[in-house]
C-alpha cells in the first residue's frame, strides 16, 4: 500500500497491526504471500507473520504451501458463515426473502439478454467473441451472476434456517 495515498495514516493510527493483517488478508481473491499481506497491511514481515498463524488457528484463514512459500487466503467456510451472519443481521425473513427476489431477477435477466442460463454457458459465449470489448462486459456479468448465484445460494440457507440462525428466536433447550 502506498504510504502516501489518503487516509493510511488515519488508517494504522485507528486501527491495530492485528485488525489491518485481518482486513488485508480477509480481502485477498487468491492466496498471497507474507510479504504482500505485510506490505498491504502496513506492518513488519515478522508481524504479519504472527497475525496470519493466529488467524489460521482461529479458522480465519486457510494457510498454503506453494513451491515453499506459506501463502494466505480467506478460508470460504468462514467468510459462508460470516456472510450468513452478516444476512441474518441486516435483514429480517420477509426481508431475505425480497433480496431473494431481487437477485433471482438480475439473473433472469441476464439470462434474457443473452439467451444463455448460467454463468458457464455465458463464459463460453465470452470466449467465441471477436469483439474485445464485448468479451470483457460478458466475462464481468459472467463474474457477476456467479457471484449473485454464491449469494442467492447462502441467503437460501439464511430462509431455510432463520428460526434456527436468527438471533431473535430462543435458544435450544
Keep these: 500500500m502506498d504510504d502516501e495515498a489518503p487516509g493510511v495514516e488515519a488508517w494504522k493510527e485507528q486501527t491495530s497491526a492485528f485488525d489491518r493483517v485481518r482486513s488485508v488478508a480477509g480481502s485477498v481473491s487468491g492466496p498471497q504471500p507474507v510479504s504482500y499481506i505485510a506490505t498491504e497491511a502496513l506492518v513488519a514481515e515478522n508481524t ?3 497475525h496470519l498463524e493466529r488467524l489460521v488457528d482461529m479458522n480465519v484463514l486457510l494457510e498454503r504451501d506453494v513451491e515453499g512459500t506459506a501463502m494466505y487466503e480467506p478460508d470460504p ?33 441476464w439470462g434474457r439478454d443473452y439467451g444463455v442460463g448460467s454463468p458457464e454457458a455465458l463464459r463460453r459465449r465470452a470466449a467465441e467473441s ?32 432463520y428460526a434456527a440462525y436468527s438471533r431473535d428466536s430462543p435458544a435450544p433447550a
Design 77 to 109: 467456510l468462514h467468510t459462508r458463515v460470516q456472510t450468513l451472519r452478516d444476512l441474518l443481521d441486516e435483514y429480517d425473513q420477509d426481508g431475505l426473502l425480497e433480496l431473494k427476489a431481487e437477485l433471482q431477477e438480475q439473473m433472469e435477466t
Design 48 to 50: 504479519a507473520r504472527a
Design 130 to 161: 471477436d469483439d474485445a470489448a464485448e468479451t470483457r462486459e460478458i466475462r464481468e456479468t459472467a463474474n457477476d451472476w456467479a457471484l449473485l448465484r454464491y449469494r442467492l445460494d447462502i441467503i437460501e440457507q439464511a430462509i431455510e434456517n
